[in-house]
């Protein structure tokens, strides 16, 4: 059962645009969420994350928003590029284990 | 600054053959984990390890062996390949608990 969910499978936007990108999860005990770009035939690699006890972190474009209460967390991406253009992993951390989201593939449109 | 190394890239297996995943690091992190990358369920975690000579389960660990006998390396091991581990394996390692991780490129492995 996945603790992770990520339920949008696909996101496109326009170039310029706002990317928001969604993601649920089911287990209290996580205590810190990261966020993973991929691109194909690459290994993921870290975005951004955040620590159960904030909700809100911020680097350059990219900003993730955490409600504990709803168990939601989200990354937005102002503006969208085309270099964005990947798959995007949602993660979760408690007991040294990560869990990971089933990904949702964002494609900017020029 | 080679990060996480995977080799090989890609396989193809016979079912019943065994085979093992390399994996090496030089960024002298304690974790590493192995994933598989399957369609529509992200990556899943199969074992990983918190320093040299301790290794754990994760949530899929049915037909694979690790051992970590020194910090850089963590080798997976398929004892008889069958067509359901055909997939793409995923080496990470981080510097601590709430580190980011670091992945490797991956290994394609089909079984046929």
């Known amino acids: 059962d996945q603790q992770v969910k990520q339920n949008s499978p696909s996101l496109s936007v326009q170039e310029g645009r706002i990317s928001i990108l969604n993601c649920d999860y089911t287990n209290s005990m996580f205590d810190y969420f990261l966020w993973y770009k991929k691109y194909p035939a690459e290994g993921p690699t870290f975005l951004i994350s955040i620590s159960s006890i904030k909700d809100k972190n911020e680097d350059g474009r990219f900003t993730v928003f955490l409600n504990k209460s709803a168990k939601h967390l989200s990354l937005h991406i102002v503006p969208s590029q085309p270099g964005d253009s990947a798959v995007y992993f949602c993660a979760a951390i408690y007991d040294y284990k990560l869990s990971f989201g089933a990904g949702t593939t964002v494609t900017v449109r020029a | 600054n080679a990060g996480v190394t995977q080799t090989p890239k890609f396989q193809v297996l016979k079912t019943g053959q065994s085979m093992t995943l390399q994996c090496a690091q030089d960024?002298?992190?304690?974790?590493m984990s192995w994933y598989r990358q399957d369609p529509g369920m992200g990556l899943r975690l199969i074992h990983y390890?918190?320093?040299?000579?301790?290794?754990d389960q994760g949530e899929v660990p049915n037909g694979y062996n690790v051992s970590r006998s020194t910090t850089e390396d963590f080798p997976l091991r398929l004892l008889s390949a069958a067509p359901s581990q055909t997939s793409v394996y995923f080496c990470a390692s981080r510097g601590g608990v709430a580190q980011p991780q670091h992945f490797g490129d991956g290994t394609r492995l089909s079984i046929l």
């Open positions: 960024m002298n992190h304690e974790y």
């Open positions: 390890s918190v320093g040299a000579g301790i290794t």
